[in-house]
């Protein structure tokens, strides 16, 4: 299952059948394991990090357009 899993992942990636099949011939059963499971975590939406670098981008655009527009920015 594993393999049919890295399989779809590769060819997402963009990789064709006959580089594949070369990529997980090369790799043993731990290395499979290992990237199986690392695809599970970005699958399930990945971390906390890109979230926080889309607010922060977000609350600077905000900023930037509010200074274009001669407004005041007041942090109490």
Do not use: C, P, W
């Not at 580089?19 to 059963?29: A, D, T």
């Amino acid at each position: 299952m594993e393999n049919k899993l890295i399989q779809e992942k590769l060819k997402a990636y963009g990789l064709t059948d006959e580089e594949v099949k070369e990529k997980l011939s090369k790799m043993n059963g731990k290395q499979i394991h290992m990237l199986a499971q690392a695809s599970d975590k970005v699958l399930a939406g990945g971390d906390a990090i890109g979230f926080t670098i889309g607010v922060l981008i977000i609350v600077l655009l905000v900023i930037v357009i509010l200074k274009l527009l001669n407004k005041e920015i007041i942090i109490r």
